[in-house]
């Protein structure tokens, strides 16, 4: 299964971008994709996810009212929109997927193991 974040670039506080990821590897009616960060210096954190078939989502409290993760099933593509971007926004940014018959708890979502796979991040660089 092939993941490949696209979009990444720079870009100047207060900017927008959007990035995109495919849904490879979807059967599952239980599929959950999420994006996580790793900003130089520190751990990967979570960002965001997605519930594909009840098309809902969670977000972390750092991106919250100003990312939205959204899904396009004829696409078969997961997109990041990123509003109000701040310095402390800069990483790489990761799509990951989750393809099993069960659907994980909400709580999971936040948790790396939660996921099967793991895409090539893209460069999400904000300047001050």
């Known amino acids: 299964v092939q993941l490949q974040a696209s979009g990444g670039g720079l870009v100047q506080a207060g900017g927008s971008l959007t990035l995109s990821c495919p849904a490879s590897g979807r059967t599952s009616s239980n599929y959950v994709m999420g994006w996580f960060r790793q900003a130089p210096g520190k751990e990967r954190e979570f960002v965001t996810a997605?519930?594909?078939?009840?098309?809902?989502?969670y977000y972390a409290n750092s991106v919250k009212g100003r990312f939205t993760i959204s899904r396009d099933n004829a696409q078969n593509m997961v997109y990041l929109q990123m509003n109000n971007l701040k310095p402390e926004d800069t990483a790489i940014y990761y799509c990951a997927a989750r393809n099993r018959p069960n659907r994980p708890i909400v709580g999971a979502l936040s948790t790396a193991g939660t996921y099967d796979y793991w895409g090539q991040g893209t460069e999400v660089t904000v300047s001050s």
């Open positions: 997605i519930y594909w078939s009840l098309n809902t989502a």
